[in-house]
């Protein structure tokens, strides 16, 4: 059974950092690309961030770019998302997925497997 588990949500301030892990099992995704997406209160799950299966050619959603750094290591099976200066509007539950291919994509229907998401809440 394929499993990603993704971990390090919680509550911090303004301006504060967090580190996401997502890990997987049940099989290796070392030639999928990994991605992060999020789903705010009240609104539509939205991309944040993909990395292709070699680590190379991470990319952003707007909203977060320069404060988010994603990377992975395919020894471990796992992916994580470092968010730094977080801000109020990054609350949301942030999920790992994968799709089939090795390159990222910021497309959510191009992803297959899913995480139950991870809560993270940024307070003021």
């Known amino acids: 059974q394929v499993q990603l588990v993704e971990s390090g949500g919680g509550l911090v301030q303004a301006g504060g950092s967090l580190r996401l892990s997502c890990a997987a099992s049940?099989?290796?995704?070392?030639?999928?690309?990994m991605g992060w997406f999020r789903r705010a209160p009240g609104k539509e799950r939205e991309f944040v961030a993909a990395?292709?299966?070699?680590?190379?050619?991470?990319y952003y959603a707007d909203s977060v770019k320069g404060r988010v750094t994603i990377s992975r290591d395919n020894a471990k099976n796992t992916v994580y998302l470092q968010m730094n200066s977080l801000k109020l509007d990054d609350t949301a539950v942030y999920y790992c997925?994968?799709?089939?291919?090795?390159?990222?994509?910021?497309?959510?229907?191009?992803?297959?497997?899913w995480g139950q998401g991870t809560q993270v809440t940024v307070s003021s």
């Open positions: 997925a994968a799709p089939p291919s090795a390159q990222a994509s910021s497309r959510l229907y191009e992803y297959t497997y």
């Open positions: 990395i292709s299966w070699s680590g190379g050619r991470p």
């Open positions: 049940g099989r290796t995704f070392s030639r999928n690309a």
